[in-house]
Nanobody, 115 residues
C-alpha cells in the first residue's frame, strides 16, 4: 500500500514559481513510476510529467522548459518545480505512483495562477 500527500500549492501571480511536493509512505517508492497530473476546471485530467525509477523524465510538450519533475528516493518525495506560471496552469495537481500494476493517488493540491 502506498499513501501520497501533496503540498506546496497556492495562489501565485502569472510569471511566478511554485514547487509542489508529494510525500509517500510504503516500501515500494523507489521502484515506482511517479507522475504529476492536473485537472483544470471543466477539463479532463492530464499528465503533467512523469519520472521513472531510474530518473528518466517525460513532460508534456507545452510544459517542457517550464516544469521540472524530480524525485528523492531517500526522502520518498516527488517534486514538481513550476516556473513562468500562466493562468492556464490553474488546476488541482495530483501525484501518482504506479507500482507493480497498481495506481495510487494523492488528494490533490490547488494551484491558482492570477493574471
Amino acid at each position: 500500500q502506498v499513501q501520497l500527500a501533496e503540498s506546496g500549492g497556492g495562489l501565485v501571480q502569472a510569471g511566478g514559481s511554485l514547487e509542489l511536493s508529494c510525500a509517500a509512505s510504503g516500501s515500494t517508492f523507489r521502484w515506482s513510476v511517479l507522475g504529476w497530473y492536473r485537472r483544470a476546471p471543466g477539463k479532463q485530467r492530464e499528465l503533467v510529467a512523469s519520472i521513472s525509477p531510474y530518473g528518466t523524465t517525460n513532460a508534456g510538450d507545452s510544459l517542457k522548459g517550464r516544469f521540472t519533475i524530480s524525485r528523492d528516493n531517500a526522502k520518498k518525495t516527488l517534486y514538481l518545480r513550476m516556473n513562468s506560471l500562466k493562468p492556464e496552469d490553474t488546476a488541482v495537481y495530483y501525484c501518482n505512483a504506479h507500482t507493480f500494476g497498481n495506481d495510487y493517488w494523492g488528494q490533490g493540491t490547488q494551484v491558482t495562477v492570477s493574471s
